[in-house]
């Protein structure tokens, strides 16, 4: 495990909280907080593949490199909004925001209805971001249509 690259972080999303961390055996995301009447139960992971993307819109989701094994091999991984869907696996709703620490992330999943406090949530959505940039394994998009709006 290479212990340079960003070894966990959480996320909120329009309805529950979540956990990416790396372990041996690759990524994960795991459900660690949600509603009562949530379809899907704490502790619930998405089914792993070959890279991690990571949209505002469209949520995260695991992602299989779609493009042609044939072809010559490209220095970057795949964005999320490069590959067809049919390549995307499980997936979550939309985030509103990702955390460094799972405390910042508890708090806005507490508030997430309170749009008021959206600015120190860009924040630690910046820093993760950042912290995130040359991951070959979890991407962020790059579009400005399903990416993170910072102004």
Known sequence: MNESLLQQFWFVTTT??????????GIHVMKIDCPAQSKVPIGTELPQADFLGITSREGVFF????????CPARENPPLPEDVNMQYWLGGTSAVSGLFLQEEDARKAFQQKD????????????????????GDPKII????????????
């Open 16 to 25: 529950s909280l979540y956990r990416v961390y790396r372990a041996d055996d």
């Open 63 to 70: 992602y299989i490199d779609d493009r042609n094994p044939m």
């Open 114 to 133: 309170e749009p008021a406090e959206a600015s120190w949530m860009l924040e630690r959505t910046q820093e993760v971001i950042h912290a995130l940039e």
């Open 140 to 151: 962020c998009t790059h579009s400005p249509t399903l990416g993170f709006s910072f102004t």
